[in-house]
């Protein structure tokens, strides 16, 4: 009898937060932010086996999402600094430059926010491309896979091909460390995945969009759509095996929820959708 009336307050419990996911929390948009772009001589860096020669532009986008909860940031470009050189900035390598039409800081306010503002600060890992803003935002809660956090906050972050003062400001966040999935409202409208491979904590952002539905995030899981057709990874990636495991395994959730990846560096791709200060539902 006792356990029939817990499991009957259980039922209720569960329709009770069915229905407040359903009627106050969801994503109301998705900014989708400029946040540079990484001109390289030759792709097949990135595309084993094919391109061989030929240069590229990768694209390098923010996303800001506005949920009925609050405001969370996914990614913070290429550095601010870098637009006001005019010639981007080449890496000492020699391999990419990359170039900053537009600050971050600037395009949020454009769109009346405030680093402040952002209390849920997540990225899909932590290359300079991703993180080169990282520390504008003090004042969110950091999420990070244990695995990417020990590398950035370790004794050798260079080894992952980290740069520390990109985290410098950020190091005493509060920080939420994951060892898996995380609903980041509690409703199910945003959650991050992991998928390893890229780097040793490589995640990705599952977005349940208003009108266009459930949206994939890749970060840099997958940096072309040719290589998502081909489930085909950079060489230098942290492990080759994990990234194309990542690959399937978030290709099957997309095909049982029936959502969409939006590639960060696919500039042909990205090409087709709305940028802030407009925004997509
Ligand atoms: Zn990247």
Redesign the pocket.
Same mark, same amino acid.
């Given at each position: 009898m006792y356990a029939r009336v817990l499991g009957l307050a259980a039922a209720l419990l569960a329709g009770c937060a069915q229905m407040a996911g359903d009627r106050v929390s969801a994503v109301e948009r998705m900014y989708v932010i400029n946040c540079g772009e /990484?001109h390289v001589k030759d792709v097949e860096r990135w595309t084993p086996g094919v391109n061989k020669g030929k240069p590229w532009v990768?694209s390098?986008h923010c996303y800001l999402i506005r949920h009925t909860k609050g405001l969370m940031l996914w990614d913070t470009g290429n550095a601010d600094r870098i637009a006001a050189l005019p010639n981007g900035l080449t890496a000492p390598s020699g391999i990419i430059t990359a170039f900053m039409r537009k600050p971050l800081a600037e395009s949020l306010k454009e769109i009346g926010v405030a680093p402040a503002d952002i209390r849920h600060f997540a990225m899909? +890992?932590s +290359?300079g491309? +991703?993180s080169g803003n990282a520390n504008l935002f003090t004042a969110a809660t950091l999420y990070m896979q244990t695995t990417e956090y020990d590398a950035v906050f370790g004794a050798e972050p260079q080894k992952f091909g980290f740069a520390a003062a990109n985290f410098e400001k950020i190091r005493g966040n509060p920080a939420l460390k994951l060892n898996g999935e995380h609903d980041v409202f509690g409703d199910g409208a945003v959650v991050i995945k992991p998928a390893p491979g &890229?780097t040793p904590g490589h995640q990705v952002l599952v977005v349940r969009l208003p009108k266009t539905g459930p949206v994939v995030l890749s970060?840099?899981m997958v940096?072309l759509t040719d290589n998502w057709n081909a489930k085909r990874a950079p060489s230098f990636n942290f492990n080759v095996e994990q990234s194309v495991r990542s690959m399937r395994e978030i290709e099957a959730f997309m095909q049982k929820n029936g959502a969409k990846l939006w590639i /960060? &560096?696919d500039r042909e791709q990205s090409a087709g959708i709305p940028k802030a200060p407009a925004y997509v539902e």
């Open positions: /990484n990768f390098n899909s +890992h +290359h491309d +991703h &890229h970060g840099d940096h /960060n &560096h």
